[in-house]
């Protein structure tokens, strides 16, 4: 079974993957955490404290910074990174995440929206792109605590 969380480092992210760890003790699950990260964007990774001011993009600096922050959170969890084009519309995003969660044959997703429910739908929106597959299950996670059940 895996497990599949995609990763941005927002609050809501961390309480999706905290949400997979609690499921997965359950489980013999394989926990996997996934960044789509545009290349070259610097302001986008510096928008999800990847990058600190005036530090130029670096690869090997924001995977080092996303991966000490996922096995924070979730020692056990394998960390990934997809790459896009540097000006990527969150359809790009949510169907690079679909496809990987396709190719790991994840049997749940756990995504952090907070517009779940509501606009997750959204044709802006990257939950909206990753939920729309049918091909494994879904959990969205709306609270930014992790153990507010």
């Excluded at 997965?24 to 290349?39: H, I, K, M, N, Y």
């Excluded at 080092?64 to 020692?75: D, F, G, I, K, Y």
């Excluded at 056990?76 to 990174?81: G, N, P």
């Excluded at 909206?128 to 605590?145: K, Q």
Aim: overall charge negative; charged content about 25%; hydrophobic content about 45%.
């Amino acid at each position: 079974m895996v497990l599949f969380v995609p990763f941005d480092g927002s609050p809501l992210s961390e309480a999706a993957l905290l949400r997979a760890v609690m499921f997965s003790t359950g489980f013999d699950a394989e926990l996997l955490a996934v960044t789509v990260l545009p290349q070259g964007n610097t302001a986008y990774a510096r928008d999800r404290d990847w990058l600190r001011p005036g530090e130029s993009f670096d690869r090997e600096t924001i995977e080092t910074r996303v991966t000490e922050r996922v096995h924070h959170l979730a020692p056990e969890a394998t960390v990934r990174f997809e790459y896009v084009d540097r000006h990527a519309p969150a359809g790009t995003i949510a169907a690079r995440l679909r496809r990987v969660a396709k190719d790991a044959d994840a049997s749940v997703v756990f995504i952090g929206s907070e517009n779940a429910g509501t606009m997750v739908t959204s044709l802006s929106s990257v939950a909206g792109g990753v939920t729309a597959d049918r091909g494994y299950d879904v959990m969205l996670v709306r609270s930014e605590n992790p153990f507010h059940l």
